[in-house]
């Protein structure tokens, strides 16, 4: 029998994962809604977030919290960086080249990535730790509540920026109708810069909360970042909001079926919290083809 | 279009240039054309004479490329011709390699019966994977189909009697690969001579990749082929038509996943064992990419592009792979210490994909028809 301690303990941690996951999602969401490219270099924002961190806080002995936001800058500027040398050349040519276009720089830059830093994992020395919060029975890590914090902030920031800003603005009606929004002076090219840059910003965060407390900083960050698809797609390609739910659904349904799981249905098998996420994305979606939130192609013959 | 000409020859001397195409079946032809017939000869003696020139090493490397061809050949008629993407190729792949281990190494199944028996369970783990890309479109079916290899993952790892039979592998050494009196595994014995294994191999994997091409060069050019393209081009329009799409996308995914079962077959004999992290499961997700990666760079919706993918990305990952440490230029970061050859490797296969992006994102098959729109247009190419 699970007692109810436990069962609130995976709720919580579950809800931790889910925010990891949300962030992640809202990474791919950005990107896509702003230029219809599915981004699997998202995968090494995280990586390389995880990284820089590391390399800013553990190696050269700076404030963590500064480390973090200088992470974000550097996470951000690499996607620029990689819109404006590579995926701007290929506007226009068919989807799947632009899809494998990031499946190259992901190969690139991960592999970069363990060249420059090497496979081992190692700790972040966030200061956080494997601390845990004790409320009567109950025990929650510490790393937990912050991440849950700093994915709130996140995305009530980002709800800020796209509601009240100028640019956040523009990119709303450029995710709308691109051609319309060229047609009223709004920059493509800004709009898809900002996106990019944003995404990296929200990799490199995602990166360092994946490593603090009880994880550490290893070449496994970019993996984590792919088994966030169905977060992704759960909510519906082109709603942040769906990310966010999504991935809350998905970190919960996994943390709860890795509890619940080998007690009560052991004739699934070893292991089935890791596909868990799946099955439920393929329950979700044969009932909503295009997600919770996903805006239903409106098709002309 | 050309249907709708009629033959009318000119009065006077002369005939209309061999490329002109008269009537439907003109059209549909395979070999059209002396120079066609040429290569196709050409071709032939080069599938006939190679075994003869290289080490047992490369052919070992080319009965590899030959198993990837296979499979991505079933992934261009669904990528290239229907427009459906997979990127859980690698689970089809998984279903053909263990069927070896299963049926041809443990049971002692004949070669034809345990290829047959691979591709009817390709063809069924199709029928049950394709009615999703009925209700899922695009990039929300890419997506489920990544679960794919994660839930063929759990499969194996769960069903330890297919994955890990023998001491924790799943043998296909033992598999017997032979036809009537021709034994491939031993060597083939030709009048007097004897060849050995990788040679034998050679021959048999790529007869197997031209029946694979001509299989989905005749699909892709008949009525089903046509209604593929059609679903590809606009699936409602498709339906408004008389395209069936259940019929088309179902049958399209089962032709696909038995294709990619009929590659893990070859696959497995590339190998002692096959081991279900590779091809399931995170590795698995990114063999599925590998293939993903044969389709776009040999260039979407043509046969011969597959092959020319398989043959550009596998052997320039085996060469890296075997010469990386030894050339100057690229051995030098190895000799550092700096770069293990694996990541050396999927650097520049991330470059490859890349670079070949930016310059022809249409892949080699749209280099090569500028090659030949150039000759066929002669002497007035521009």
Redesign the interface.
């Known amino acids: 029998m699970i007692s109810s301690d436990a069962l609130i303990e995976t709720i919580f941690s579950g809800f931790a994962v889910g925010a990891k996951y949300a962030l992640i999602a809202l990474g791919f969401v950005i990107v896509?809604k702003a230029t219809k490219v599915?981004n699997f270099a998202q995968a090494s924002f995280v990586l390389l977030g995880g990284f820089f961190c590391w390399q800013l806080a553990a190696s050269w002995g700076l404030n963590f919290y500064l480390a973090l936001v200088l992470s974000m800058i550097g996470g951000a500027l690499l996607g620029v960086l990689i819109e404006q040398t590579?995926l701007r050349?290929?506007l226009g040519?068919?989807p799947?080249?632009l899809i494998?276009?990031t499946?190259?720089?992901?190969?690139?830059?991960?592999?970069?990535t363990?060249?420059i830093w090497g496979p081992e994992n190692r700790d972040l020395r966030d200061p956080w730790g494997s601390r845990t919060l004790d409320l009567g029975g109950v025990n929650l890590a510490v790393a937990d509540i912050w991440t849950i914090c700093f994915a709130a902030v996140a995305l009530v920031a980002f709800y800020l920026f796209f509601r009240y800003t100028s640019i956040g603005l523009s990119m709303r009606v450029a995710a709308d109708d691109h051609e319309a929004a060229v047609a009223v002076g709004i920059n493509a090219r800004t709009v898809h810069r900002v996106s990019w840059a944003l995404a990296g910003a929200l990799g490199a965060l995602t990166g360092v909360m994946l490593a603090s407390g009880a994880g550490s900083v290893g070449p496994g960050l970019g993996?984590i970042a792919?088994v966030a698809?169905?977060a992704?797609?759960l909510g519906g390609?082109e709603s942040p909001l769906g990310a966010v739910i999504g991935g809350l659904t998905i970190g919960m349904a996994q943390q709860l079926t890795a509890l619940l799981q080998p007690e009560y249905a052991p004739w699934l098998?070893?292991?089935?919290d890791?596909?868990a996420p799946?099955?439920i994305?393929?329950a979700i979606?044969?009932i909503r083809?295009?997600?919770l939130f996903?805006e239903r192609?409106v098709?002309r013959? | 279009m050309s249907s709708l000409l009629t033959r009318v020859r000119p009065r006077k001397a002369g005939r209309p240039h061999r490329n002109m195409t008269l009537t439907r079946a003109d059209d549909l032809r395979v070999l059209r054309g002396p120079w066609r017939k040429a290569f196709a000869v050409l071709l032939l003696v080069t599938y006939l004479v190679v075994p003869l020139q290289f080490t047992d090493a490369t052919l070992g490397v080319w009965i590899l490329v030959a198993s990837y061809s296979i499979g991505a050949i079933g992934l261009n008629l669904l990528i290239g011709y229907t427009g459906q993407v997979s990127i859980g190729h690698a689970a089809f792949v998984a279903v053909g390699a263990f069927t070896v281990s299963a049926l041809g190494d443990q049971r002692g199944w004949p070669f034809l019966s345990y290829l047959a028996a691979a591709i009817v369970f390709g063809l069924l783990v199709g029928f049950l994977i394709g009615p999703f890309a009925l209700r899922l479109r695009g990039n929300y079916l890419a997506i489920v189909t990544i679960g794919l290899v994660f839930v063929a993952e759990h499969v194996l790892r769960n069903w330890k009697d297919v994955s890990t039979p023998v001491r924790g592998t799943a043998p296909t050494r033992g598999a017997n690969i032979s036809i009537g009196p021709l034994d491939f595994k031993a060597g083939l014995d030709l009048g007097g001579t004897v060849y050995t294994r990788e040679q034998s191999l050679f021959w048999l994997t790529w007869a197997l990749v031209a029946l694979a091409a001509l299989l989905a060069h005749n699909i892709a050019r008949s009525r089903s082929g046509r209604a593929m393209q059609a679903v590809r081009d606009h699936d409602l329009s498709a339906e408004v038509i008389g395209v069936d799409p259940v019929r088309t996308k179902i049958g399209v995914f089962a032709v696909s996943s038995a294709m990619a079962a009929a590659g893990g077959v070859v696959y497995a004999m590339t190998l002692g064992a096959v081991d279900y992290h590779e091809l399931t499961g995170g590795r698995g997700l990114f063999m599925s990419i590998t293939f993903l990666a044969i389709v776009i760079l040999g260039g979407l919706g043509t046969v011969y592009g597959s092959i020319l993918g398989a043959i550009l990305v596998v052997y320039s990952q085996r060469f890296i792979a075997d010469h990386g440490a030894d050339t100057p230029i690229i051995g030098f970061p190895v000799q550092q210490e700096w770069m293990s050859t694996g990541e050396l490797n999927s650097v520049l296969f991330g470059l490859l994909i890349i670079v070949f992006l930016l310059l022809e994102p249409r892949g080699l098959a749209a280099l090569w028809m500028r090659v030949r729109r150039w000759f066929e247009s002669w002497p007035f190419s521009y």
């Open positions: 896509f599915l590579l050349r290929l040519e068919p799947f080249a494998m276009l499946v190259g720089i992901l190969y690139v830059l991960d592999n970069l363990t060249a993996l792919l698809f169905p992704m797609i390609l098998g070893t292991g089935f890791r596909v799946y099955v994305m393929v979606l044969l083809p295009y997600g996903g192609e098709r013959i």
